[in-house]
C-alpha cells in the first residue's frame, strides 16, 4: 500500500465582507422590493406530517432566494398552519405555493378534502384550535376556494414599507 501525501500552500487571502448569515453577497440574489417583479413557486407533497417542516424548508429558501428575508418568519408560521390544517382536514396531496407580488406575498395550500377550515375559539388548556386564528392576525385576508377535487385556502402577507 502506498501513501498519498499533499502539500497546500499558504496563500494570504482577501477578507470580504459577509451578510448577518456569514455568507458573502452574491450579485443578483437579494433585490430590492421595488425590483422583485413576481415570483411563484409551487411543490406538492404526500400526506405525511413531516412535509410539514418540508414545506417551512421551501418557504424560507425561496424567500431568502428572492430577497425577502424579512417575511420568513411570518411566512413560515402560516405555511406551516396551513399545511397542518391540510393533513389534519383534508385528503390526498399537499400542494403549496408562493407568489410574491406587488407588495405582498400569497400562500396557498391546496388538498382533495371537501371539508372547509372553519376558525374556532380554543380553550386556555387546549394544545391546538388557534392555528385560523394565527393566519387572520398576521394576514390582510385569507379566502377559501372549492374545486371539483378539494380546495385551497388562501392567505395574504404584506410586505413592511416603512422608510427607517
Not at 5 to 18: C, G, I, K, M, V
Not at 105 to 116: E, N, W
Amino acid at each position: 500500500m502506498t501513501s498519498t501525501a499533499q502539500h497546500f500552500e499558504a496563500r494570504p487571502t482577501t477578507l470580504r465582507p459577509t451578510g448577518p448569515s456569514g455568507a458573502r453577497p452574491r450579485p443578483g440574489r437579494a433585490l430590492e422590493a421595488a425590483d422583485r417583479g413576481a415570483w411563484h413557486a409551487t411543490a406538492s407533497f404526500p400526506p405525511r406530517p413531516r412535509n410539514v417542516a418540508r414545506a417551512r424548508q421551501l418557504t424560507r429558501t425561496v424567500l431568502t432566494a428572492w430577497g425577502a428575508a424579512e417575511l420568513v418568519d411570518s411566512a413560515e408560521l402560516l405555511m406551516s398552519e396551513l399545511v397542518t390544517n391540510a393533513l389534519r382536514y383534508g385528503r390526498g396531496s399537499v400542494s403549496v405555493s408562493l407568489t410574491l407580488a406587488g407588495g405582498s406575498l400569497q400562500l396557498s395550500v391546496a388538498d382533495y378534502g371537501r371539508a372547509l377550515p372553519e376558525p374556532r375559539e380554543a380553550g386556555e388548556e387546549e394544545t391546538g384550535g388557534r392555528g385560523l386564528a394565527i393566519v387572520g392576525a398576521l394576514c390582510t385576508d385569507w379566502s377559501v376556494t372549492t374545486r371539483l377535487t378539494g380546495k385551497t385556502v388562501s392567505c395574504r402577507l404584506e410586505i413592511d414599507r416603512r422608510i427607517d
